[in-house]
């Protein structure tokens, strides 16, 4: 649904777009690509497919991420949760937290993709 989604944004940017149904995909990925990538949209309850070494949750994916030095924006979605959620994925260096509005997404990936000082800014979307 979110790959549709960035299709269908109308202000002039083209996308490719990687995609993984679970965190080990999702690592091997970014590894790949050398973490190479300008943004990355990423589920809280993503799966983890049986790896006992991983725990599997978004959070903890993002945490990897930022371990490894790595300053790409990264939007949080999930349905909306406690304040706490969301004040962790903005410790761990979560760019946004977007909660069940994909209309609030084409704003969040402008924003994200055209700040001078990409991951850096801690916003969230309005309730």
């Known amino acids: 649904m979110l790959t549709e989604c960035l299709r ?19 690592l091997a990925i970014l590894l790949r690509a050398g ?15 049986g790896e006992r ?8 994916l993002l945490k ?6 790595v300053d790409v924006p990264v939007i949080m979605t999930c349905p909306p949760l406690e304040k706490k959620g969301m004040d962790e994925a903005q410790s761990a260096g979560a760019f946004a937290w977007l909660s069940g509005e ?10 994200a ?6 991951g850096s800014s801690k916003t969230t979307p309005p309730a």
Not at 37 to 46: G, Q, S, T
Not at 53 to 60: K, M, Q, R, S, V
Not at 113 to 118: C, D
């Open 102 to 111: 994909l209309g609030e997404l084409e704003r969040l990936v402008t924003l």
């Open 113 to 118: 993709l055209s700040g001078p000082a990409q």
């Open 53 to 60: 070494d991983w725990p599997g949750h978004g959070l903890d």
């Open 35 to 49: 973490f190479g990538f300008d943004l990355i949209l990423l589920e809280v309850h993503i799966s983890w497919m």
């Open 8 to 26: 269908a944004f109308q202000h002039g940017h083209a996308y490719e777009i990687a995609s993984a149904h679970n965190v080990r995909d999702a």
């Open 64 to 69: 990897e991420i930022r371990k490894r030095g």
